[in-house]
């Protein structure tokens, strides 16, 4: 791991200000001061101080989160408006949402601050299942959605095509289904129904690889369980 990179999930600063503490010789691995920027360390071997301050990583941690609607999934906004960093609060430092649910989608998130196991999550190579229930405004064309499972629909300039598209219920109250999809992008699920003629009135994640939204209620967070994270890493170490 680059020592800039080692710095910043330290949480002592950004990754851009951990190379000008370097440049200024202000960090030692293993009582050498470093200043080259392309410096390598290994977390469980070498010891790294700054400013004479040894410096360790954080115990890595997971939570499942059911994000609210309403809500960004974003730690900061420049508009105001309200993110989840509310219900963060009391969490380990540098605990941030893997993936995004848009501001009226609601339902499972996870929550960590090991980067690693976030980027092989969001990397389409492990094809990682999301799994949304839908409520609609009004039955879809089946035809229609026969039809992108099939042959896909274009977003954003790219081919997605869903896994699976299942009816749970009609009636004259309402329709909802549920969508199964390996990759998901901006508002896609939105727009498969807006391409079958129908419109999305409550979207929420309920499962997110193995994990499972089961009992959680909006704005709860809970660690994983045991059995949770071993099926989570042997998922990931599979791909």
């Given at each position: 791991m680059r020592l800039s990179r080692f710095l910043a999930r330290a949480g002592v600063t950004?990754?851009?200000?951990?190379?000008?503490?370097?440049?200024?010789?202000?960090?030692r691995v293993n009582g050498r001061?470093?200043?080259?920027?392309?410096?390598?360390?290994?977390?469980?071997?070498?010891?790294?101080?700054?400013?004479?301050?040894?410096?360790?990583?954080?115990?890595?941690?997971?939570?499942?989160?059911?994000?609210?609607?309403?809500?960004?999934?974003?730690?900061?906004?420049?508009?105001?408006?309200?993110?989840?960093?509310?219900?963060?609060?009391?969490?380990?430092?540098?605990?941030?949402?893997?993936?995004?649910?848009?501001?009226?989608?609601?339902?499972?998130?996870?929550l960590t601050n090991d980067g690693d196991l976030a980027q092989k999550l969001l990397h389409p190579r492990?094809?990682?299942?999301?799994?949304?229930?839908?409520?609609?405004?009004?039955?879809?064309?089946?035809?229609?959605?026969?039809?992108?499972?099939?042959?896909?629909?274009?977003?954003?300039?790219?081919?997605?095509?869903?896994?699976?598209?299942k009816l749970i219920r009609r009636s004259r109250r309402e329709c909802v289904y549920e969508v199964r999809?390996?990759?998901?992008?901006?508002?896609?699920v939105r727009k498969i129904f807006a391409a079958a003629g129908s419109r999305v009135k409550r979207l929420v994640r309920i499962q997110f690889g193995p994990l499972r939204l089961s009992d959680l209620r909006p704005g709860e967070i809970r660690p994983l369980r045991p059995e949770e994270k071993r099926t989570l890493f042997a998922l990931l170490k599979r791909g």
């Amino acid at each position: 791991m680059r020592l800039s990179r080692f710095l910043a999930r330290a949480g002592v600063t950004s990754r851009r200000k951990a190379e000008e503490l370097i440049r200024a010789g202000r960090v030692r691995v293993n009582g050498r001061v470093i200043t080259e920027l392309s410096f390598r360390v290994v977390p469980e071997r070498d010891r790294v101080e700054v400013d004479g301050k040894e410096v360790k990583l954080p115990e890595r941690v997971y939570y499942l989160f059911y994000k609210p609607r309403g809500f960004l999934t974003a730690l900061s906004d420049p508009h105001g408006r309200p993110t989840i960093k509310e219900f963060l609060r009391g969490l380990p430092p540098g605990v941030f949402p893997v993936g995004r649910l848009d501001r009226d989608s609601e339902g499972l998130l996870l929550l960590t601050n090991d980067g690693d196991l976030a980027q092989k999550l969001l990397h389409p190579r492990y094809e990682i299942p999301r799994v949304y229930r839908v409520w609609l405004t009004r039955p879809p064309r089946e035809d229609l959605l026969l039809r992108i499972l099939r042959e896909g629909l274009e977003i954003e300039g790219r081919r997605v095509f869903p896994e699976e598209i299942k009816l749970i219920r009609r009636s004259r109250r309402e329709c909802v289904y549920e969508v199964r999809l390996h990759e998901g992008r901006k508002r896609e699920v939105r727009k498969i129904f807006a391409a079958a003629g129908s419109r999305v009135k409550r979207l929420v994640r309920i499962q997110f690889g193995p994990l499972r939204l089961s009992d959680l209620r909006p704005g709860e967070i809970r660690p994983l369980r045991p059995e949770e994270k071993r099926t989570l890493f042997a998922l990931l170490k599979r791909g």
